[in-house]
């Protein structure tokens, strides 16, 4: 059977304490899949254990029909043989190493692309003397990217690769990305918590909560909203009483507004909630921003 | 006042040996102990701080029986390799990579410590294994870690006394360090020599201690 196919239970220690992480996935060969559900649920321990850094307490990972893992025949292959190229949070770029060493650290060694091609590809060339610890975030996260890459691997994971990213490189990298992972049709697990990532991205969409998929479809199957209305997720500043009237100061995203709710409904609101603000009936003006 | 200069020449040697020495031993145990999770790496690790606690004549003392012909080890060595440990610079050496492991172990394996895990995770997802990863990524990572055991190494092997006298004697041109020499002269009541020898000992150890602090502090920049 082609593609990845685990059944893994773990008990781990998360936000909400001890836990049993429970999944099941059918990850296709040569597609993107994300997971996708708040800090804590359990993403990155998935993402670590089809990696092969930690160990399933039970269950079966299979992979292109070969067994990585197999807790009740005792099979467990380790991270070395399982041709995985992955980005970590934290870059885990090694220190002593210049930019061109640590994505040549990767490479297989019959390999036909050189370190050239990955520096090229990732726009490392002028820094590719330099250690990571000079490098910004979004130096590090190419150099992480690249050197995954460079390793040629069957499967790509990818913890949050774009985070520290602004958002004109973010739309760069993401294009890039989807070229390199439709070029070589590499079958990729990506982390995020960016909703356009992911509809860039990814094919397939895992929702984790608590350690658990709890639904998995299309990215527009998962976040599309079920009503026709538009949707904001805002999060409460301050509020302040104006007779039969709440004005409410609210972030959505980098902005900030002012909306009048009725007292009553916002009598239990506190600053620091996040709300949902649903707009029924509008005609939107959309106007193109300039990325740069 | 005449001074002999050997005694200093022994000891720079000596310091050298140890810290190569040491350096090839130090490091594969190093690593060994980091990503050994034993029960037997446990006890080891706990053993290699023994010279810490230990008075280094109690370590010399040991060593000397280990090596005497009367002792299988030192009569096996003799037998079949005609190799005398005891009262030779050889000794001396082994006498000093024991009482010296700490020194190098310690310092190498807390830097170590203080990396982030996803260091070697990331090696080992390139397919190399821990030795390739302990060699190639987290020691070169650690370099000041690794200066640091080796400034040390050599600072307590100028100053060792109790150890080398108990293993080495003091042997002319062969084992009697700058440290036993300096005692010999306190006790032929030489002291303008004593001085000498103090002061030389003074200046080696404060240029070793102002090394490490210049060398600490260019790397704490450049990382």
Known sequence: MEGLVLKVDKTVSGRWGRFTLQAEM??????????????????????????????PDQGTIVFNGRPWVDTENGIFIPPQKRNIGFVFQDYALFPAMTVEKNIAYSLPARCDTDVGYYLKVFDLVGVRKKLPQTLSGGQKQRVALARACARQPTLLLLDEPLSALDICMRRDLQNELLRIRENLGITTILVSHDIAELFCLATNVYKMAKGSVVSNGTPREIFQSRTDCLELTAMLLEKKMQGVLCLATVAVGAEVSTLAISAPEAAPLVPGDLLRISVKAFNPVVTVLKND | MTIDPTPFILTIKLAAIT????????????????????????????????????????????????????????????????????????????????????????????????????????????????????????????????????????????????????????????????????????????????HFYSLILLGMSSFLILILFIVNKRFARIC
Not at chain 1, 38 to 45: A, Q, R, V, Y
Not at chain 2, 71 to 89: C, E
Not at chain 2, 99 to 113: K, Y
Request: hydrophobic share 50%.
């Open chain 1, 26 to 55: 059918d990850i296709p060969f040569g597609k993107c899949s994300a997971l996708f559900g708040p800090s804590g649920s359990g993403k990155t321990t998935l993402l670590r254990i089809i990696a092969g850094l930690d160990k």
């Open chain 2, 19 to 194: 810290v190569i020495a040491l350096f090839l031993v130090g490091m594969p145990l190093v690593c060994w102990l980091f990503f050994s999770k034993s029960l037997s790496s446990l006890i080891v690790r706990a053993s290699i701080h023994l010279p810490l606690v230990l008075p280094p004549v109690v370590i010399g003392f040991y060593l000397m029986v280990f090596f005497s012909p009367s002792f299988f080890v030192g009569a096996f060595l003799a037998k079949w390799f005609h190799l005398q440990i005891n009262f030779t610079f050889t000794g001396l050496v082994i006498g000093s990579v024991v009482f010296n492991i700490p020194f190098m172990v310690n310092p190498v394996l807390g830097g170590l410590e203080g990396l982030s895990p996803s260091l070697y995770e990331a090696s080992f997802l390139t397919g190399k294994g821990k030795t390739a990863t302990f060699f190639k990524v987290l020691l070169p990572s650690v370099r000041p870690s690794v200066f640091t055991g080796c400034i040390l190494t050599i600072a307590h092997t100028i100053g060792e006394f109790g150890m080398v006298l108990m293993i080495g004697g003091k042997i002319p041109g062969v084992t009697k360090v700058a440290s036993i020499a300096l005692y010999d002269e306190v006790e032929s009541l030489n002291f303008s020599n004593a």
